[in-house]
């Protein structure tokens, strides 16, 4: 904490006197120092503190550098607020590792876990379907399927039917129940469900595809990925190259299909260096504008809305934005129409300032802690897709607020539901 505390009080001052490379490469350097500082200690690549210090810190580092016109110098408040993000997550993380410990000492012992592998092979395939037959719907419905439109870049974002499409797009669950299908059914011969279970993977991965998803695909791929790392005895850093082999293609392909042609997104992103390359310059916008829209929530939000915006999820899931409108009537503050991505944290600071900010940073230090302590033993193996979830949505703590996201409590609720069928499914057995 020492050392980051350091950078970011130099980064805020170099930033200040317009020093914005080197602003932005010290929290860099403090994002990658805290990663392995936590990597080292645990020898867990998907460390939840770790990773969240990586992306928060690092996104951060990256938006310093203001390689685009659209990024302005910030408020104090936004830099107060961001160092709250971290500082509160990462001190209640190290008060409980330093009071009930790590997980990761010399006394814990790492158990493969095993169970039977029926329910989620259940899972694999009743998720599928359920999804697949939404999608159906919705096409019909709809009359449209957005991959097979031309010249149409938003044809994703009308591709929603009130209710159904999460159900559509819980098939990103999908291949991480089919990694958690073949760790248990390793050694017991049953190469049926085996293939079964990858044919159910391809379509639920071809969903998003056909959506003209890039999110719905990365997401589900990382997720796989992230449930694939936490099974394992050694956590290899090469593991950490797959997701990229399979993502990088099709996200190129699925940018080409959203007419999101080079000349369109140059146009919006209004990079100082009119040469940088659009492979630089998507990842670096879809990163770094986000703390700027953050900044443009604190510069001109006329007042709080004291929890009614982060609520948003029960509202949607009751019905209740329906019946009274005016819960959800919160508009959001962005520097430009076009890029609408936020942070983990703007409908904390939305809903309470600084407060809340902090507040939510320290509640997700605890919910990060104990699944960290508790991945070695987990004996349900949703367990491990809960824990995979978490890690994806801190890695992605830059891109838009996961936990007042109605689709994330679906998926959380979904998980929790398998979770109670398979071990319904083993008290049965």
């Known amino acids: 904490m020492i050392v980051y505390l350091i950078c970011y009080t130099s980064s805020f001052f170099l ?26 200690h645990s020898g867990n690549l998907i460390h939840l503190r770790g990773i969240f210090s990586l992306f928060w810190v690092g996104g951060q580092g990256l938006a310093c550098l203001k390689l685009s016109r659209l990024q302005g110098d910030w408020r104090a408040m936004t830099w107060l607020c961001m160092a709250l993000a971290f500082a509160g997550f990462w001190a209640v993380f190290e008060v409980l590792s330093r009071t009930y410990g790590t997980g990761y000492d010399s006394h814990s012992r790492w158990r493969r876990f095993t169970g039977d592998p029926k329910p989620v092979y259940h899972m694999v395939c009743g998720v599928t379907i359920i999804s697949l037959t939404a ?25 929603h039917l009130t209710g159904i499409h999460y159900i559509t797009v819980s098939c990103v669950l999908v291949p991480s129940l089919a990694i958690l299908h073949a760790h248990l059914e390793r050694g017991r011969g049953s190469e049926q469900r085996m293939v079964t279970s990858i044919v159910m993977t391809g379509i639920s991965l071809l969903i998003p595809i056909l959506c003209v998803s890039r999110f719905q695909f990365v997401f589900a791929v990382l997720l796989a990925g992230f449930t694939y790392i936490s099974l394992q005895k050694q956590f290899n850093p090469a593991y950490a190259a797959a997701p990229a082999v399979i993502i990088l293609p099709v996200y190129l392909i699925l940018t080409v299909a959203r007419s999101h ?89 939305y809903d309470f300032g600084w407060v809340g900010v902090l507040i939510f940073s320290c509640l997700l230090g605890v919910a990060a802690y104990l699944l960290t302590i508790k991945l070695r033993e987990m004996r349900n193996p949703m367990g491990y897709l809960l824990y995979a979830q978490l890690g994806v949505y801190l890695m992605l703590s830059f891109f838009t607020t996961w936990f007042s996201n109605t689709t994330t409590w679906f998926y959380l609720i979904l998980t929790g539901i398998l979770a109670l069928y398979y071990h319904w499914r083993e008290r049965r057995r």
């Not at 900044?295 to 939000?301: A, D, G, K, P």
């Open 261 to 349: 042609d080079v000349e369109y997104l140059n146009g919006i992103f209004e990079m100082k260096n009119a040469a940088m390359p659009i492979f630089i310059t998507q990842p670096y916008m879809y990163i770094a504008n986000n703390y700027d829209n953050f900044n443009c929530l604190v510069e001109v939000l006329p007042e709080h809305s004291f929890g009614l915006r982060g609520l948003f999820p029960l509202w949607a899931l009751t019905g209740l934005k329906f019946a009274f409108p005016q819960l959800i009537n919160y508009p959001i503050y962005v520097n430009k129409k076009e890029l609408t991505t936020l942070t983990l944290f703007y409908d904390a600071y």
């Open 135 to 159: 999608f159906l719907v919705e096409a019909v419905v709809l009359g449209y399927v957005p991959l097979f439109l031309r010249g149409v870049p938003h044809a994703y974002s009308e591709f």
């Open 15 to 40: 930033a200040r006197g317009e020093h914005y490379f080197l602003s932005g490469a010290l929290l860099l350097a403090a994002a990658l120092w805290l990663y392995f500082r936590d990597y080292r």
